[in-house]
């Protein structure tokens, strides 16, 4: 399926990838219940959606939710495929969901659709906080604008709501342009005061949630409450990557082999969730600012002959790896709870394992994985 937000383009397929039908369904009632109807006339089927964490997600939810097996594809992986096939990379609707077909088709380790009520919750709390902090940036940028208009050299870089309410009281302008300026301020201070109520009430609900959930991730320097809302709500079920190594891959802090010839050397990885990798960096820069095993283990990097740059790809990568341990410790030990809430034996990771010889934080992208078709087609997609 190629989906958009009022249309969504199918074609099937059956396992050696001979078309069956296609077609094109609007997304409301009417159009998904063709949909479905046309997809259940297959009896083995399993539908191939392209972005499930974006533009397709309300209507994977609503599959899953319908009782249907659904898998998500790589909006990169779907753009390979379709650079390589016929037609000069040609794209329209019916094009994309070849491409989804094909990669579903020979792709077997794709993510199945969960459709887990917690885990959903978690993901549109996070979606709101991320929401508020970017509110509040653009009003505090605003804020500094105008107070660099009444006050030479303007206010400091950092600035709380409660210190602008002060500093704008200090000044009282008599004509009508610093008026005006003083006036529109004092809103911004008020909007300011406002948000901030809103994400301190925002993080205290994502604490709650987090914590009912059973993970620990609050208790790692630099994973804040919608930090460790956004770890889990992306990552799902952690058992779906094999290793450290698939994580670390699927996040992009796995750096990418740039050997050529008698150089050995590897880049930074734009690929990846970058909403994890966010985390990361930040989780990142929070531990550079105390001091921290992250610290420790930069320096050492650093003293070693790493840049900066270079250093802190691999307190990203030695990060992932302390989150990914993290997040399978607190899944177990959720699995291996019994109905009367007595846990079996408790997994104790910690940040100790940042040191210079622990985990590969120079080792690139793991190696490719077999892609045998999947046989349990005709997929849907």
């Known amino acids: 399926?190629?989906?958009?937000?009022?249309?969504?383009?199918?074609?099937?397929?059956?396992?050696?990838?001979?078309?069956?039908?296609?077609?094109?369904?609007?997304?409301?009632?009417t159009g998904y219940a063709d949909m479905l109807r046309?997809?259940?006339?297959?009896?083995?089927?399993?539908?191939?959606?392209e972005g499930c964490n974006g533009i397709g997600r309300h209507i994977a939810h609503r599959l899953v939710h319908d009782g249907e097996t659904v898998l998500d594809v790589p909006a990169k992986l779907s753009a390979q495929v379709r650079v390589f096939a016929t037609g000069n990379?040609?794209?329209?609707?019916?094009?994309?969901?070849?491409?989804?077909?094909?990669?579903?088709?020979?792709?077997?380790?794709?993510?199945?659709?969960?459709?887990?009520?917690?885990?959903?919750?978690?993901?549109?709390?996070?979606?709101?906080?991320?929401?508020?902090?970017?509110?509040?940036?653009?009003t505090v940028n605003r804020l500094h604008r105008i107070l660099l208009e009444l006050f030479p050299g303007g206010a400091k870089k950092f600035l709380s709501a409660m210190q602008a309410r002060k500093l704008i009281a200090t000044i009282k302008p008599r004509d009508p342009v610093g008026k005006t300026r003083r006036r529109l301020a004092?809103?911004?201070?008020?909007?300011?005061?406002?948000?901030?109520?809103?994400?301190?009430?925002?993080d205290k609900e994502l604490q709650k949630l987090v914590t009912d959930r059973g993970s620990t991730l609050t208790d790692l320097h630099g994973i804040g409450p919608?930090?460790?809302?956004?770890?889990?709500?992306?990552?799902?079920?952690?058992?779906?990557?094999?290793?450290?190594?698939?994580?670390?891959?699927?996040?992009?802090?796995?750096?990418?082999?740039a050997s050529s010839g008698e150089q050995q050397r590897h880049r930074l990885s734009r690929a990846g969730n970058r909403r994890i990798n966010r985390v990361l960096h930040i989780m990142a820069v929070v531990q550079l600012r105390n001091p921290t095993p992250g610290r420790t283990y930069f320096d050492t990097r650093k003293a070693a002959g790493k840049t900066s740059m270079e250093a802190m790809r691999s307190l990203k990568r030695q990060l992932s790896n302390v989150v990914y341990t993290r997040i399978l410790a607190d899944q177990k030990r959720s699995e291996t709870a019994s109905p009367g809430g007595q846990s079996g034996t408790a997994l104790q990771p910690s940040a100790?394992?940042?040191t210079p010889h622990t985990g590969p934080s120079d080792k690139p992208h793991p190696g490719p994985t077999t892609t045998q078709p999947n046989h349990r087609l005709p997929a849907m997609s």
């Open 1 to 29: 399926m190629d989906p958009h937000k009022r249309s969504a383009t199918i074609e099937i397929i059956d396992d050696i990838g001979k078309v069956l039908a296609l077609g094109r369904y609007g997304t409301d009632k």
């Open 226 to 257: 919608s930090s460790a809302a956004r770890l889990l709500a992306d990552t799902g079920d952690v058992h779906r990557f094999r290793n450290r190594d698939r994580f670390a891959s699927w996040n992009g802090t796995a750096p990418l082999d």
């Open 352 to 354: 100790t394992g940042l």
């Open 186 to 202: 004092v809103e911004l201070i008020g909007q300011l005061e406002s948000i901030d109520r809103k994400i301190k009430a925002a």
């Open 89 to 138: 990379g040609r794209k329209t609707d019916p094009v994309d969901a070849h491409s989804v077909a094909l990669a579903a088709l020979h792709s077997p380790n794709l993510h199945r659709v969960e459709a887990d009520s917690e885990l959903i919750v978690l993901g549109m709390l996070a979606d709101r906080r991320d929401g508020l902090g970017t509110a509040r940036t653009e």
């Open 38 to 49: 046309a997809g259940r006339r297959f009896t083995d089927r399993v539908w191939a959606i």
